[in-house]
């Protein structure tokens, strides 16, 4: 897995480099946070962009959920089918991939498709 730099990455910037990852012909997946409850490290809106290689830009979590997100973008790209993620202290998952902050997080993950 590589993580590029994501210092001060705008959405718009994210999504530009996403569309030129998969013009360049790389399955490409994107996650955005559309939910959050209580604490979360990141807010509504907050994206994060995949490539089938396992490159990622942007952030969904500061770090403690974007190992479990990549893992289902992977298998997105793949088949095609969106997903709703939601990982919180609750949920035996979020406290395997490292989600203590208390809050709760819903990712929608997407194959990023041709326009």
């Known amino acids: 897995m590589t993580t590029l730099s994501n210092q001060d990455l705008s959405s718009h910037d994210l999504l530009m480099t996403a ?18 409850w209580g604490s979360s490290p990141r807010q509504a809106g907050s994206l994060m962009i ?7 830009l942007g952030s969904v979590s500061g770090g403690c959920i974007e190992g479990a997100v990549i893992q289902e973008a992977l298998e997105i790209m793949d088949h095609g089918e969106a997903k709703i993620l939601e990982f919180g202290v609750g949920d035996e998952q979020a406290w395997d991939v490292g989600l203590a902050c208390g809050g709760t997080i819903q990712v929608y993950v997407e194959r990023l498709e041709a326009a």
Do not use: P, R, Y
């Open 19 to 36: 569309g030129n990852w998969h013009d360049s012909g790389k399955k490409v997946a994107l996650a955005t946070v559309i939910q959050t």
């Open 50 to 56: 995949i490539d089938e290689d396992m490159t990622m």
